[in-house]
C-alpha cells in the first residue's frame, strides 16, 4: 500500500508564494509519476500540474503556467509544487495523486491519493 502526505498550505496574500510537498510512505520500492490537483467550494476538482517518474517532463494547466513549477526529489521520494504570484482564485484543497507512469490530467487515472492541503489566497 501507498500512503501520499501533502503539506506547506496555509493562508497568504495575493501575489505571495507557498510550496506544496508530497511525501511517499508505505511500498515505494516503485517511484511514481505524481499528479497535482485542486478543488475549490463549488467547483469540480482540477488538473493543475504532473510531473514523470524521472522528473524530466511535466505538465502544466494552462492557468498556472508560469506561476506554479512541479518538481521532484526521487532520493526522498517526494514531491513538490512552487505556487507563486498566488491569486485568489488559487483557493483550493490542493491534492497529491500517484500512478505508476501516467501524470497527466484525468484524475481517475491515478491510484492513490493524498488527504490534501488548504491554499488559502487573500485579496
Known amino acids: 500500500q501507498v500512503q501520499l502526505a501533502e503539506s506547506g498550505g496555509g493562508l497568504v496574500q495575493a501575489g505571495g508564494s507557498l510550496r506544496l510537498s508530497c511525501a511517499v510512505s508505505g511500498r515505494t520500492f516503485s517511484t511514481y509519476a505524481r499528479g497535482w490537483f485542486r478543488r475549490a467550494p463549488g467547483k469540480e476538482r482540477e488538473f493543475v500540474a504532473g510531473i514523470s517518474v524521472s522528473g524530466g517532463a511535466t505538465r502544466y494547466a494552462d492557468s498556472v503556467k508560469g506561476r506554479f513549477t512541479i518538481s521532484r526529489d526521487n532520493a526522498k521520494n517526494t514531491v513538490s509544487l512552487q505556487l507563486n504570484s498566488l491569486k485568489p482564485g488559487d483557493t483550493a484543497v490542493y491534492y497529491c495523486?500517484?500512478?505508476?507512469?501516467?501524470?497527466?490530467?484525468?484524475?481517475?487515472?491515478?491510484?492513490?491519493w493524498g488527504q490534501g492541503t488548504q491554499v488559502t489566497v487573500s485579496s
Open positions: 495523486a500517484a500512478h505508476t507512469s501516467y501524470y497527466g490530467a484525468a484524475w481517475s487515472s491515478y491510484d492513490y
